[in-house]
């Protein structure tokens, strides 16, 4: 079945750095990708929408400055949190989609964020 | 807006069935979803459900839903300890199951031998 790989796993960074997280489609092409950020207990929140070759489109109270998203090619897109604070200590998730109609999301395993 | 509601937890004894139960409120899903998530990992697509079906079954797991109450279901027959984890529900929102999904809480599956 259709693979979605995250890397890294978890990273710890210090505040004020910025993090670059992976988002690959293994075994298919992924016209858009989807990143969520997941709270401790809480649910997924859609923060953008990754389209191949274009720009993302960010949900509302989202900071596109902050979390910058790149969908270079079909098979890769990364979030890259700038500036990092510990606020933004969190869950990440991806996840893509050919785009077909009968194609399921398919999720990364997440990205664990800390930021001291 | 969309809106998802589920239930928080859930415990059941091993060998009983679990029915964790869901509401949503946008009538345009045309995909709704039940994903696993076991802790620290990411999530687990254990089935879904197009909008003009009202029943599916595969193996263990029985989807439900009543489009007119806005109510999925998600019963797990013989429930294991490997089961304990946390269960979302999300419906699609857009014309296909590439679009953006909106997720329940989650619901806590623990399971007592």
């Known amino acids: 079945g259709a693979v979605v790989s995250q890397h890294p796993s978890w990273v710890i960074c210090k505040s004020g750095t910025s993090v670059k997280i992976e988002c690959r489609s293994l075994d298919f092409q992924a016209t858009t990708m989807f990143w969520y950020r997941q709270f401790p207990k809480q649910s997924l929140m859609l923060m953008a929408t990754s389209n191949e070759g274009s720009k993302a489109t960010y949900e509302q109270g989202v900071e596109k400055d902050k979390f910058l998203i790149n969908h270079a090619s079909l098979t890769l897109s990364t979030l890259t949190v700038t500036s990092a604070h510990p606020e933004d200590s969190s869950f990440y998730i991806c996840?893509?989609?050919?785009?077909?109609?009968?194609?399921?999301?398919?999720f990364g395993n997440g990205t664990r964020l800390t930021v001291t | 807006g969309e809106d998802v509601e589920q239930s928080l937890f859930l415990s059941v004894r091993e060998g009983d069935s679990s029915v964790i139960n869901c509401t949503y409120t946008d009538s345009s899903s045309t995909y709704l979803y039940w994903y696993k998530q076991e802790p620290g990992a990411g999530l687990q697509l254990l089935t879904y459900i197009f909008s003009n079906m009202d029943m599916k079954q595969d193996q263990r797991l029985t989807v439900l839903l009543n489009k007119k109450d806005k109510h999925l279901s998600l019963r797990i027959a013989d429930t294991q300890t490997g089961d304990s984890a946390i269960y979302f529900c999300a419906e699609s929102i857009g014309y296909n199951q590439g679009g953006k999904l909106i997720f329940g809480q989650g619901t806590e599956l623990s399971v007592k031998p």
């Open positions: 996840s893509a989609s050919t785009g077909l109609d009968n194609s399921p999301l398919h």
